[in-house]
């Protein structure tokens, strides 16, 4: 199993950006499927976006599409989140996560993916 480190996540106003990281572990990143997902208080995590590890095919949640790209370095075993054009709802924890040779044809349930990170606080001010 992969381990996985989340960064980047802060205070940041209605509009603005955050680039999230996820830092792999592990000599076979680019066989793994990567995952975002986050989950706000009190509520289910929800899937954000999701990189394949072949062709790197990317989904994403329909409240992210449009403002949010997801992205990898294999070089440098690391996932990435841009976030743009940030709103208060995007408030949440959010996490990295990533299966092994999993291909995707459609945005992923969490219970889909093995490894997950420790999460990262994004919070949006209005």
């Known amino acids: 199993q992969v381990q996985l480190a989340e960064s980047g996540g802060g205070l940041v106003q209605t509009g603005g950006s955050l680039r999230l990281s996820c830092a792999a572990s592990g000599r076979s990143f680019g066989s793994y499927t990567m995952g975002w997902f986050r989950q706000a208080p009190g509520k289910e995590r929800e899937f954000v976006a999701v990189?394949?590890?072949?062709?790197?095919?990317?989904y994403y949640a329909d409240s992210v599409k449009g403002r949010f790209a997801i992205s990898r370095d294999t070089a440098k075993n690391t996932l990435y989140l841009q976030m743009n054009s940030l709103k208060p709802e995007d408030t949440a924890v959010y996490y990295c996560?990533?299966?092994?040779?999993?291909?995707?044809?459609?945005?992923?349930?969490?219970?889909?993916?093995?490894?997950w990170g420790q999460g990262t606080q994004v919070t949006v001010s209005s």
């Open positions: 990189i394949s590890w072949i062709g790197s095919v990317t």
């Open positions: 996560a990533a299966e092994r040779g999993m291909y995707v044809t459609s945005p992923v349930p969490a219970a889909a993916f093995g490894s």
